[in-house]
């Protein structure tokens, strides 16, 4: 099959730089989603990939073949546009069967493909109606059914799922994901939605500005953002950073996150070995790393008084007012607390991320000194 090489990719529209100096390569058969906010030129750089664009700079491989002059037509590559973009007048069969229909292949053998994409995606029973008649996440599948017709080497997909409901959206992940592992194609897969590209990809590329930031496995990303924007980007509720500078080596202590005393903990001196008197950088917390305890505990971190409580359901959001810094912590759902109680906050410094001032610098974590 193929794998998709991009080499020093960028394009330009006018003064604006849409997409600059992109390097990655996804492996064949890989799921890899590609993941920034509005305007960070996503879609830009999937009409790369798909030819539907020129090149300002660069290159694109399949596999060794280097096609920036390779018409769409003939580059086996499918996209499914966020939008859908069915064909309203025509049935179901006749949208998913279009691509082949258009190619001239003989009735008989689209006929039997429709039918094996309809099983595949379970929309058999939809096969006679047209794109009104179906819930935006039938209409989805049936995109996703004409883009995997002609079986294509490279599938790409630009926000598939931001036009379905957020239960349908839920389900639909988990359906995408199941079948990319049965169709096995080249998958590159565009969204906004930090959810969907940590719970069905293979690898994330974190895109700002037209460049690729951080490209790694979901839970590396996690673990190890490499910078603070990154860092506030992944996760479903944004890490807590605190401003701080180093004031001496015999304990730590920090101004800006005022919380942090004398008596630091090991593994926060840990985490700060190396670091000059006076260097400044941000500490980050995520959320599930903060306990919350109602007395006062050895090793806590600091003191804080209860500002908001928000239920999820599966667990209670807490926002958390430290000196006047608000933090917010995620606990048990079972865990009785009320709005203004004071409370002691232990943060768990093994999963704790270092930035230094320079946001390019590499996070260290202490688990990277043990
Ligand atoms: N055809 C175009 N002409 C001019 N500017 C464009 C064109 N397409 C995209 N852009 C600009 O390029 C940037 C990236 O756009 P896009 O790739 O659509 O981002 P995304 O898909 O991440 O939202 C944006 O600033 C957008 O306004
Ligand atoms: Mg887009």
Redesign the pocket.
């Known amino acids: 099959m193929v794998k998709v090489t991009l080499e020093n990719v960028s394009k330009s529209y006018g003064t604006t730089k849409a997409v600059q100096n992109f390097n990655l390569v996804v492996e064949d058969e890989e799921f890899l989603s590609i993941l920034g906010p ?2 960070c030129g ?3 750089l ?1 009409r790369l990939i798909a030819g539907l664009e020129t090149f300002s700079e660069g290159r694109i491989l399949f596999n060794d073949r280097v096609m920036n002059d390779v018409p769409p037509k003939d580059r086996n590559v499918a996209m499914v546009f ?1 939008s859908y973009a069915l064909f309203p007048h025509m049935t179901v069969a006749d949208n998913i069967g279009f691509p082949l229909a258009i190619r001239k292949t003989p009735k008989v053998e689209v006929d039997k493909r429709v039918r094996e994409v309809a099983e595949l995606l379970k929309i058999e029973p939809l096969l006679n109606r047209r794109p009104r008649q179906l819930s935006g996440g039938e209409q989805q599948r049936v995109a996703v059914g004409r883009a995997i017709v002609r079986k294509p080497d490279v599938l790409l997909m ?2 598939p799922l931001s036009n379905v409901d957020a239960k349908t959206r839920a389900y639909l992940r988990s359906e995408l994901k199941l079948l990319h592992k049965k169709i096995r194609t080249t998958l590159i897969y ?1 969204t ?1 939605d930090q959810t969907e590209a940590m719970t069905m990809s293979d690898r994330i590329a974190v895109m700002k500005d037209g460049e690729l930031l951080q490209v790694g496995a979901p839970e590396n990303i996690y673990e190890h953002p490499k910078d603070v924007w990154i860092a506030s980007f992944i996760g479903n509720l944004p890490m807590n950073f605190f401003d701080c500078v180093l004031l001496d080596r015999r304990g730590v202590r920090v101004i800006g996150g005022a919380c942090f005393g004398p008596q630091s903990p090991k593994n926060l001196m840990e985490l700060l070995k190396g670091l000059p008197d006076g260097a400044k950088f941000k500490l980050g917390v995520r959320p599930e790393d903060i306990d919350i305890s109602k007395s006062s505990t050895q090793g806590m971190t600091c003191e804080a008084d209860v500002q908001l409580l928000e239920p999820t359901g599966d667990s209670l959001v807490v926002t958390l007012n430290v000196n006047d810094e608000l933090m917010k912590a995620r606990v048990n759902p079972g865990f009785k607390l009320k709005t203004d109680e004071h409370v002691y906050l232990t943060f768990d410094w093994d999963r704790a991320h270092l930035f230094l001032s320079d946001t390019s610098s590499k996070p260290k974590t202490t688990e990277q000194h043990q």
């Open positions: 509005s305007g996503k879609t830009t999937l966020q630009d926000e565009v906004h």
